[in-house]
């Protein structure tokens, strides 16, 4: 089973970049890097997936090397709005019935400030 | 549109008292199902899971349990709860299969006093 470790907190200001980095050494070759969310009780959300080198969207960048065994969450210019808890998961393959289950660690709590 | 209801937000019961919480699921079929605690400060702990109807995948030995009785219902129960029992929950599906984009209900507060 493939198990994530991040940093457990970070500080930034606001406009700098932010990069979160995840390891996963055990990465399994048919598993996903998905990266979540969460803000004080709320649910998490889901924020970007890739499998490997780059993926993009309107919110954040996934760098993922050529080994898999890591990857980065890189946010651009963050604001106060994103001070939350950011968790990396590892698509884990149930054992009975599929599906992934879906485990989350303990995630990086991300603060920003003026 | 797919949309996830849990209900109740907040909930204040009795130590050795029933609990049932529900889940349900709007817009799609066959979702994989998820429930979910998350303690004061901590990450969250998967308690169940379900890939169908009657089919219960459970991650941690504990006083809770859940059924699926419906494609799109999800019910977590106890027949006595502990003070440790306390905590955020956290319904969740995803589309059937591997994927992991999960969506998340509102939560429920559970204190168990």
């Known amino acids: 089973l493939a198990k994530t470790t991040q940093p457990i907190s970070m500080d930034s200001y606001e406009g700098q970049e932010v990069n979160i980095t995840c390891s996963h050494n055990?990465?399994?070759?048919?598993?996903?890097i998905t990266w979540y969310q969460q803000f004080p009780s709320q649910g998490p959300r889901f924020i970007i997936q890739?499998?490997?080198t780059k993926v993009t969207n309107e919110v954040a960048s996934l760098f993922i090397p050529a080994d898999r065994k890591s990857s980065t969450l890189s946010l651009p210019r963050v604001s106060l709005s994103d001070t939350a808890v950011y968790y990396c998961?590892?698509?884990?393959?149930?054992?009975?019935?599929?599906?992934?289950?879906?485990?989350f660690g303990t995630g990086t709590q991300l603060k920003v400030e003026l | 549109s797919q949309t996830i209801h849990q209900w109740p937000a907040t909930l204040v019961q009795p130590v050795g008292s029933p609990l049932s919480l529900e889940c349900t699921v709007e817009?799609?079929?066959?979702?994989?199902l998820y429930w979910y605690r998350q303690a004061a400060g901590r990450g969250l702990q998967l308690l169940f899971y379900?890939?169908?109807?009657?089919?219960i995948s459970s991650e941690v030995p504990q006083n809770l349990s859940a059924s699926r009785p419906q494609d799109r219902q999800f019910i977590l129960s106890s027949k006595k709860l502990l003070l440790s029992d306390s905590g955020f929950y956290l319904c969740?599906?995803?589309?059937?299969?591997?994927?992991?984009?999960?969506?998340f209900g509102q939560g429920t507060r559970l204190t168990v006093v």
């Open positions: 969740a599906w995803t589309l059937r299969g591997m994927n992991t984009e999960a969506f």
């Open positions: 055990n990465i399994a070759t048919n598993d996903y």
């Open positions: 890739g499998y490997k």
């Open positions: 998961l590892v698509g884990e393959i149930a054992l009975t019935g599929g599906g992934n289950k879906l485990t």
């Open positions: 817009g799609t079929s066959n979702p994989n």
């Open positions: 379900s890939v169908g109807i009657g089919q």
